[in-house]
T-cell receptor, first 111, second 117 residues
């Protein structure tokens, strides 16, 4: 079983601050996805990364896939209250179609 | 485009009772997934369908859980009898094509929250 560890588990910051959350594993993934889940809703896909070292930007969010494809990070610049939610990373192992989810980072952005 | 529809949104039952959840995926999506999300954890795959066939049900507790996808469209997930540890949100997701690459784009429904007393 491939495990994804996310850190920190909880994060509470003031509006305008920057933050980084991490997703780590000892296993190699063929692809990794980041989702955001708001209370009472299902996860919504933010990005998919497939190449080691790949960096993708989505407005104020920057996603990076580690060179060895074992880890990923999500950096948010100038956080806003609308960024509040549970951030989940999910990886698919080499030759596998099944997504393994981490436990998530619960982010609260205080106005 | 309509999203993934799930019902009921909330269900409270006593242990040993039965419950069923329904999911209508996005039109044209061949692959349908049921995930279980326990409070404080990430979603765990229970079963994956490709059209009306089962692709993966290795993590489905088959002694109490069952799922079907008749005609390759709607799906139901049933729990009988329920246990306290089944309290969770049951998420249905669908994707357009199962490519086998692991990079499928999943669209999730809002989930069905089950409380077992």
């Amino acid at each position: 079983t491939q495990l994804l560890e996310q850190s920190p588990q909880f994060l509470s910051i003031q509006e305008g601050e920057n933050l980084t959350v991490y997703c780590n594993s000892s296993s190699v993934f063929s692809s990794l996805q980041w989702y955001r889940q708001e209370p009472g809703e299902g996860p919504v896909l933010l990005v998919t990364v497939v190449t080691g070292g790949e960096v993708k930007k989505l407005k104020r969010l920057t996603f990076q896939f580690g060179d060895a494809r074992k880890d990923s990070s999500l950096h948010i610049t100038a956080a806003q209250p609308g960024d509040t939610g549970l951030y989940l990373c999910a990886g698919a192992g080499a030759g596998s179609y099944q997504l393994t989810f981490g436990k998530g980072t619960k982010l609260s952005v205080i106005p | 485009e309509a999203g993934v529809a799930q019902s009921p949104r909330y269900k409270i039952i006593e242990k040993r009772q039965s419950v069923a959840f329904w999911c209508n995926p996005i039109s044209g999506h061949a692959t349908l997934y049921w995930y279980q999300q326990i409070l404080g954890q990430g979603p765990k795959l229970l079963i994956q369908f490709q059209n009306n066939g089962v692709v993966d049900d290795s993590q489905l507790p088959k002694d109490r859980f069952s799922a079907e996808r008749l005609k390759g469209v709607d799906s139901t997930l049933k729990i009988q009898p329920a246990k306290l540890e089944d309290s969770a949100v049951y998420l249905c997701a669908s994707s357009l094509v199962f490519t086998g690459s692991g990079a499928n784009v999943l669209t999730f429904g809002a989930g069905s929250r089950l409380t077992v007393l």
